[in-house]
């Protein structure tokens, strides 16, 4: 009787990935997304997400669900979840930090953004534009006069890693 | 839980590039400003001419001002500086208080003495007790003052290459304050 009840008053989600793959979880789970939040608030139970690829939402799906059961005794395990969460590529942060910033996870997007600031830091502009996949537009001379009117941020040595 | 159906996939090569182009300016400025330092944002400026002018806007020195405050007690000062409009006369600056909203005006008469009759000094930009000032003549000098001590010191003279077309402000780092040359 009691474990009915409990199945009663959960109420459920389906999200629907730009890929069509479809995922059912907890409306707890979901709002904390302002994104879905505000579409659950309007009355939809169903949430098409046109922007978010189904990669990228089942890494999403993990997260909001480990974030969703945060107590005081497992902060630590959240922690290792979250690092292994940025563990990642950079093509795959760049797929995590658009759909967590189409969904609103506010949270998540600082973790992401955090991330990949971390990981470019000590890059050379050269290796920064290889891993955003840019192509640089300067001429040599603009690139020189740049160089030459901010010296000293470009003393030392860079780090030429792509990952 | 989860119950997954797949009806027709969308080329996963064609999507993989798609993400870049997605990365709005305002995405990518929220990137930036989690540099931990204005070095590191100033070296990004050689990345590409879009990154040079969103690491040179105004957007970008408010949000990472906005963000270093609010992530760093040490920056969080109860009072800022504030004036009706940039580029306005040093004379019209008004301290503020969160607490007491808007409230008395600054004397800085004292950065004119020995100036020249028709020198101006402007506010360009304000953080905490520190502002921003630029006075011209036949160059521009810019001075960062304590408005609380009265404490002033003048920038050593820019790149003259420059100078027609810069954009000036504070960029904060984690435990001092950095003054960034934001030239665009």
Request: charged share 25%; glycine share 4%; proline share 3%.
């Amino acid at each position: 009787m009691a474990s009915t009840t409990e199945t009663k008053q959960k109420k459920m989600l389906i999200l629907k990935s730009a890929d069509n793959d479809e995922f059912e979880i907890e409306e707890s789970v979901g709002v904390q997304s302002e994104t879905i939040k505000n579409l659950v608030e309007d009355g939809f139970t169903f949430v098409p997400l046109p922007n978010v690829y189904t990669k990228a939402l089942i890494k999403i799906i993990d997260y909001l669900k480990k974030h969703a059961n945060k107590t005081d005794s497992n902060d630590e395990e959240i922690k290792t979840f979250d690092k292994d969460f940025v563990n990642t590529t950079f093509d795959d942060l760049f797929e995590l930090v658009s759909a967590a910033n189409y969904l609103h996870i506010s949270c998540l997007m600082n973790m992401l953004c955090q991330t990949i600031a971390d990981r470019i830091k000590d890059k050379s502009p050269e290796a920064v534009r290889k891993i955003f996949h840019i192509n640089c537009d300067y001429t040599p001379e603009e690139e020189a006069k740049i160089r030459k009117a901010n010296a000293q941020a470009f003393e030392g040595q860079f780090d030429e890693s792509l990952d | 839980m989860e119950r997954s159906r797949t009806t027709g996939r969308v080329g996963d090569k064609k999507k993989a590039q798609s993400f870049f182009n997605n990365l709005t300016d305002e995405l990518l400025i929220e990137i930036f400003v989690r540099l931990p330092s204005s070095k590191e944002a100033i070296r990004c400026k050689l990345v590409c001419n879009r990154w040079f002018s969103l690491i040179s806007s105004d957007y970008f020195l408010t949000t990472s001002l906005i963000h270093h405050r609010n992530n760093n007690n040490k920056t969080l000062l109860p009072f800022t500086f504030v004036s009706p409009d940039r580029k306005y006369n040093v004379k019209d600056v008004f301290e503020f208080r969160p607490e007491m909203g808007l409230s008395r005006r600054v004397d800085l008469g004292f950065l004119y003495w020995g100036r020249p009759r028709h020198y101006f000094i402007s506010l360009t930009e304000s953080c905490g007790d520190l502002i921003l000032c630029s006075g011209s003549t036949s160059c521009i000098d810019y001075y960062v003052i304590n408005v609380l001590t009265k404490q002033w010191i003048v920038l050593p003279p820019q790149n003259s290459h420059f100078i027609e077309s810069e954009s000036v402000g504070f960029l904060i780092e984690p435990n001092c304050v950095d003054f960034d040359y934001s030239l665009g």
